[in-house]
């Protein structure tokens, strides 16, 4: 029995060993790569020209970081530095990869020190894909309510409300437009490069449509519509060497006034006497008309101007008042522009305003 018990133990004691060579434990093997990452500094990234005409960069990124990560290449284990983000800093985007931006970047604001960097898709929005979230729909710069400029309240909450609208309100809303629908009248036509209106077969010259000489330089007009209400025929004055343009509102027997116009597309609401307008300020933002129109003298009289710095209109045309105090519109975020074929996001808005300001 003896015997026995020693043999078993001494097998046991074998299979033990054969388990664990030269009878010790070992530990797992490590199998973590372990990787660093060089910091990089500005000496890494190469100099590029800097950009001098804003209207040949591809897109423009934007983020909303305390700072951001240049890379050396477009590879998430290259060499890479912290940037604060300053304000005034411009990313020019370039190129597009699986996870990254090729950026043009001009240190310390000076274009000819500027560097070619890769920044994280995650840390950046491009100006085609940006949207009306965290944007401050109420922030103005001025406004001018019944003659009286403000440049001090920045809010448009004491004249009404704004508020980001889905498309499918902004579709159904349009089915209760009231704004006046401007028709072609058959009288007014091209003749070579002047709008004529014809009445009982005689021709009265409009206006030059082109090459006309002014001290603003070259204008050109073009023909918009008739206004029933008004009684007038509406042009788009176009200035060739200027971003500006105007609607002016025209009576062939009398010429045009300067009494009436706006700087953008006219929304007249014929039931309360109003011409109103929304247009693309050329500094910053949008600008948002209310103005009350006098039929005995076809003048106006401006009642509510406010520049919004928030969001920039779309198509003008496409704003339209549902009643006295409501109008919807297509805008952008300010800072918004389409991109090697890619359109920016559209987004609606719905402008209340305060029925007793009027």
Not at 44 to 65: A, H, M
Not at 75 to 90: E, Q, R, T
Not at 272 to 294: E, K, M, W
Not at 332 to 345: F, W
């Amino acid at each position: 029995m003896k015997n026995c018990s020693r043999i078993l133990l001494a097998l046991s004691m074998v299979v033990f060993s054969s388990c664990y060579p030269d009878g010790k434990k070992t530990e797992p093997a490590q199998t973590k790569k372990q990787t660093t990452k060089k910091t990089a500094t500005l000496a890494d990234f190469k100099k590029i020209k800097g950009v001098d005409n804003v209207q040949e960069v591809p897109f423009q990124l934007f983020t909303k970081s305390d700072s951001v990560r240049f890379f050396v290449a477009p590879d998430k284990d290259a060499a890479f530095m912290k940037i604060p983000y300053g304000k005034l800093d411009n990313y020019y985007g370039f190129e597009e990869f699986d996870d990254f931006y090729s950026i043009h970047y001009s240190i310390e604001n000076n274009i000819s020190n500027s560097i070619e960097a890769f920044v994280l898709k995650s840390e950046f929005t491009p100006s085609f894909d940006l949207t009306l979230k965290g944007v401050n729909l109420y922030e103005i710069r001025s406004s001018t309510y019944m003659d009286k400029a403000d440049f001090k309240d920045k809010s448009f909450a004491r004249f009404g409300t704004v508020e980001e609208v889905t498309r499918d309100e902004y579709n159904a809303a349009l089915q209760s437009k009231v704004d006046e629908v401007f028709t072609k009248n058959p009288d007014v036509k091209l003749k070579g490069n002047n709008w004529i209106s014809e009445e009982n077969g005689q021709e009265q010259k409009i206006q030059q449509y082109e090459n006309l000489e002014t001290e603003d330089g070259l204008l050109s007009y073009r023909y918009i519509g008739h206004s029933n209400f008004l009684g007038l025929e509406i042009f788009r004055e176009e200035s060739i060497d200027a971003s500006n343009s105007y609607y002016v509102f025209y009576n062939p027997k009398e010429g045009f006034s300067m009494d009436l116009l706006t700087s953008g597309y006219p929304h007249i609401v014929p039931s309360i006497n109003r011409v109103s307008s929304v247009s693309n300020n050329n500094d910053v933002g949008s600008d948002f008309l209310v103005a009350q129109y006098l039929p005995e003298s076809k003048k106006q009289i401006n009642q509510l101007y406010v520049n919004f710095t928030g969001f920039k209109f779309g198509d003008e045309r496409k704003a339209f008042w549902i009643n006295h105090d409501t109008l919807y519109a297509e805008v952008y975020p300010t800072n918004s522009a389409p991109a090697n074929g890619k359109k920016q996001r559209p987004a609606f808005i719905k402008i209340q305003l305060k029925s007793s300001i009027f």
